[in-house]
């Protein structure tokens, strides 16, 4: 819709103004169907659709400046100029518009301002924001103490647990030096006891040997007896005197090796060995009376069997390794 209406001049007819009234009431139709169109009714025909969907006349619109022209001519007073031109009026009334319209948008937001402020006032929507704030502090204070309770234990827990780990380790150290003290003493119970027994098997064999001298010297004192009366000695007692000696050296004290097989073999060689003839008696003849060679005394014979029998230094300690390393 474009143009508007026509004011009528002074020396205009009443025709102009009948036409500029007609216009009039077609752009007040215009208007209404623009701002109230007819939704629910059909359209009657392809005339009432394009009148109810395209609700615009077109009018002719006149030149201002001659308008302006024409009416400073018959203005009053012979003037032949207008106190306002017909495009500053209109930019007048589009700012006073304009105007008022900027107004009107400042009031309207200062009254939705003020409205909300008075009805959030009124309202318990701070009330509820600080109760749920509350709410929420309340919760995060919990959730932080539960927090440090549950730490809490679990330190102690593992605490409680190092603790039992470091009383079941002292536990065990002391268990395993009882058992090594023990071990120990057993130990020493056992090479006392073998020291015991070797003592008293050395014992013994001093018996046996101080015994087997006792017989040797007894034997001797009974050959020089039958050496003095004249007559040989039996042949039994010559054969049990080495035999005697040779027992007296093959008992080792005790503890120790055994003395080396050869040993042992030196006095049955001793014994095996051919004596010549009236060996230990004088010949006899008419009026020669027998007599024995000398020999040598029972103790120098015995005291020589315990040195031959007597083990070394070296056999010794030998023998204390061996037994220490088979008790290991």
Same mark, same amino acid.
């Given at each position: 819709?474009?143009?508007?209406?026509?004011?009528?001049?002074?020396?205009?007819?009443?025709?102009?103004?009948?036409?500029?009234?007609?216009?009039?009431?077609?752009?007040?139709?215009?208007?209404?169907?623009?701002?109230?169109?007819?939704?629910?009714?059909?359209?009657?025909?392809?005339?009432?659709?394009?009148?109810?969907?395209?609700?615009?006349?077109?009018?002719?619109?006149?030149?201002?400046?001659?308008?302006?022209?024409?009416?400073?001519?018959?203005?009053?007073?012979?003037?032949?100029?207008?106190?306002?031109?017909?495009?500053?009026?209109?930019?007048?009334?589009?700012?006073?518009?304009?105007?008022?319209?900027?107004?009107?948008?400042?009031?309207?937001?200062?009254?939705?301002?003020?409205?909300?402020?008075?009805?959030?006032?009124?309202?318990?929507?701070?009330?509820?924001?600080?109760?749920?704030?509350?709410?929420?502090?309340?919760?995060?204070?919990?959730?932080?103490?539960?927090?440090?309770?549950?730490?809490?234990?679990?330190?102690?827990?593992?605490?409680?647990?190092? !603790? +039992? /780990?470091?009383? *079941?380790?002292? $536990? &065990?150290?002391?268990?395993?030096?009882? #058992?090594? =003290? @023990? %071990?120990?003493?057993?130990?020493?119970?056992?090479?006392?006891?073998?020291?015991?027994?070797? !003592? +008293? /098997?050395?014992? *013994?064999?001093? $018996? &046996?040997?101080?015994?087997?001298?006792? #017989?040797? =010297? @007894? %034997?001797?004192?009974?050959?020089?007896?039958?050496?003095?009366?004249?007559?040989?000695?039996?042949? +039994?007692?010559?054969?049990?005197?080495?035999?005697?000696?040779?027992?007296?050296?093959? #008992?080792?004290?005790?503890?120790?090796?055994?003395?080396?097989?050869?040993?042992?073999?030196?006095?049955?060689?001793?014994? +095996?060995?051919?004596?010549?003839?009236?060996?230990?008696?004088?010949?006899?003849?008419?009026?020669?009376?027998?007599?024995?060679?000398?020999?040598?005394?029972?103790?120098?014979?015995?005291?020589?069997?315990?040195?031959?029998?007597?083990?070394?230094?070296?056999?010794?300690?030998?023998?204390?390794?061996?037994?220490?390393?088979?008790?290991?």
């Amino acid at each position: 819709m474009s143009g508007g209406a026509k004011a009528p001049g002074p020396g205009q007819g009443a025709g102009d103004v009948k036409a500029v009234r007609a216009q009039l009431e077609l752009m007040g139709q215009d208007s209404t169907r623009v701002s109230a169109p007819d939704w629910t009714a059909p359209f009657a025909g392809l005339e009432d659709a394009v009148d109810r969907l395209l609700p615009y006349h077109m009018f002719g619109a006149e030149d201002p400046a001659e308008t302006d022209a024409r009416e400073a001519e018959g203005a009053p007073g012979g003037s032949g100029r207008l106190a306002t031109s017909r495009h500053e009026a209109w930019q007048d009334h589009v700012m006073h518009r304009v105007n008022e319209f900027g107004a009107g948008l400042v009031m309207l937001d200062k009254r939705i301002r003020k409205a909300e402020s008075e009805a959030l006032q009124r309202s318990q929507l701070p009330l509820l924001m600080l109760q749920s704030y509350a709410t929420a502090e309340a919760q995060a204070l919990g959730a932080g103490e539960v927090q440090r309770r549950i730490k809490a234990e679990h330190d102690k827990k593992a605490a409680l647990v190092r !603790a +039992q /780990q470091e009383e *079941a380790r002292k $536990q &065990q150290e002391a268990l395993e030096s009882q #058992q090594r =003290q @023990q %071990q120990s003493m057993a130990e020493r119970l056992q090479q006392q006891q073998a020291m015991a027994a070797a !003592a +008293q /098997q050395k014992a *013994a064999q001093q $018996q &046996q040997m101080a015994a087997a001298a006792a #017989q040797q =010297q @007894q %034997q001797q004192q009974q050959l020089g007896m039958a050496a003095g009366m004249g007559m040989a000695p039996p042949q +039994q007692m010559r054969l049990q005197m080495p035999a005697v000696a040779q027992q007296a050296a093959q #008992q080792p004290p005790p503890g120790l090796q055994q003395p080396h097989p050869m040993m042992q073999q030196q006095p049955m060689m001793q014994q +095996q060995q051919p004596r010549p003839p009236g060996f230990g008696v004088a010949p006899q003849g008419p009026g020669m009376v027998p007599q024995q060679r000398p020999a040598q005394p029972p103790g120098q014979q015995a005291q020589q069997a315990q040195q031959a029998a007597k083990p070394s230094k070296a056999d010794l300690l030998a023998a204390m390794k061996a037994k220490i390393t088979q008790r290991k």
